[in-house]
């Protein structure tokens, strides 16, 4: 007897957008794909720096495939040197020819040989073409270390430390764009009260100069504080209390910043695994990843009430998914896989952060390489690329672009108890006058198509990319590097309105030529 079996049934949902391009929102500012490199696990070591006599190609240490990749990211800035480890960090012992060997105790314990120090992380900059945020040490360290630091990097004339720059083959002064105040104060920073913390602030903000003489006006530093790392009561008091303290500021101290830290976690320690998952994990992930936009909220919400007009900047300077450690590897380097669902992920905080443009204005995923949420995955001479770098790929476009408006019903997806947005969208338009439109595909299941209505744009064509996989699981490894690749995608201008299908578990990205 043959038993016939109905395949199921995959209906393409609609999904109709109606996007208003005459209504230009914010700026996008390209700071919110910033990137973070701690000297954590193979992040640094391996990740980036390999030594000049290693047998990897690099340039003065630093390898060449990695950058290739990362220039392509049009990598914004890099927050260096944690995270936690910056608060154990003493910038002289990553100076001249003579390195000190020390410890990372917060991560695995392990050798740190300060051989990647300030001059290598500035060389790194300027090999992919980023900008430097520099994390400050609060914890451990001095407001005199700090500002000696700056002096060393930044001053043009001829004080000692500029010489001894100069000695370690350096002579121009570096540019220093972004100066965060601590880290994590509140924990492994030191575990400050907020009044505390709001005493160290004020003392860093006021002594820790930048000198370099293109740096005085408009391209000044921008220093960042410490801020909140959720968003119960303990967070919206730090949130307040630094808030509060600003608008009541005195001419000594000032602050362009406030950085928010939220992974993706669900529960701590972090539990779910990196690979070989299924939709209920996925499921649940997408739904603690939503949760940013409540943080977004009620933190800006905060800061409107001290700050009406926006100086402030909220900072999310550490995002992404935190999963448990791979089997077999060193808890302490958070080694984790990178997935179809983490590039679901990017794309969803990514379109948060863009939506809040004008308070949210610079942000750093957790972390570039090797570690948590990375954009690239090395094994010594193997470098293989991320579905998480795809996203970050394809959002290029989206730097400096200017938000416009989309209105749509998501529908929903559902799994078991846990309802999600069907899709999610952004668009902006690019300085040239090209309109960028990003959609998220969360249903796993079905694929939707898309009809978009453009108010204030005449259509002639419009094509982009897309990035699926078999399953939400689905990774690149350095035997399969292209299991998860963006595909081209053409879209259908009919009667006035964009047509195109994405497939479930989908990230796409359509340009629009007017
Ligand atoms: O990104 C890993 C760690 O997470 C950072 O060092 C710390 O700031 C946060 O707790």
Known sequence: MTVAVAAPVVIAQKVELSVDVA?????????IFGQFAEHLGRGVYEGIWVGPDSTIPNTRGIRNDVVAALKALKVPNVRWPGGCFADEYHWRKGIGPQRAVTLNPKWGGVIEPNAFGTHEFMDFLNQIGSDAYLSINVGSGTPQEAAEWLEYMTAAQPTTLAKERAANAHAAPYKVGYLGIGNESWDCGGNMTPDYYLSQLKIYSRFVRNFNPAQQGKQRML????????GGPEWTD???????????????????????????VVR??????????????????????LEMEDLVR???AIMDKYDPEKKVALVVDEWGAWYAPLPGTNPGFLVQQNSMRDAIVAALNLNIFARHADRVRM?????????????????????????????????????DSTLVQVAFDPGSYTHGAISLPRVDAIAAKDP???????????????PVEIEASLNGMVARSAAGETLTAPNVD???????????????IAAKVQGGKLVFRVEPKSVTVISVEP
């Not at 220093?223 to 959720?230: D, L, Q, S, T």
């Not at 307040?240 to 830290?261: C, F, N, P, V, Y």
């Open 223 to 230: 220093k960042i504080a410490v801020g909140p790392g959720g």
């Open 238 to 264: 730090w949130t307040e209390a630094i808030m509060k303290a600003w608008q009541h500021r005195h001419w000594s101290w000032d602050i362009d910043g406030l950085s928010m830290h939220s992974y993706t």
């Open 474 to 488: 689905s990774v690149n490894t350095f035997e399969v590097p292209n299991a998860v690749t963006p595909k081209p």
């Open 298 to 300: 009620k933190h800006s």
């Open 268 to 289: 701590w320690p972090p539990s779910f695994p990196s690979v070989g998952f299924g939709e209920t994990e996925y499921s649940q992930i997408l739904r603690s990843t």
């Open 432 to 446: 040239a006058g090209k309109l960028w439109l990003a959609i998220t595909n969360l249903d796993p299941n079905q």
């Open 23 to 31: 209504k230009p929102g914010a700026k996008i500012d390209r700071n």
């Open 363 to 399: 942000a750093n995923i957790a972390q570039m390489v090797n570690v948590l949420q990375a954009m690239i995955m090395t094994d010594k001479e193997k470098m293989v690329l991320t579905p998480t770098y795809h996203v970050f790929k394809m959002y290029v476009p989206f730097q």
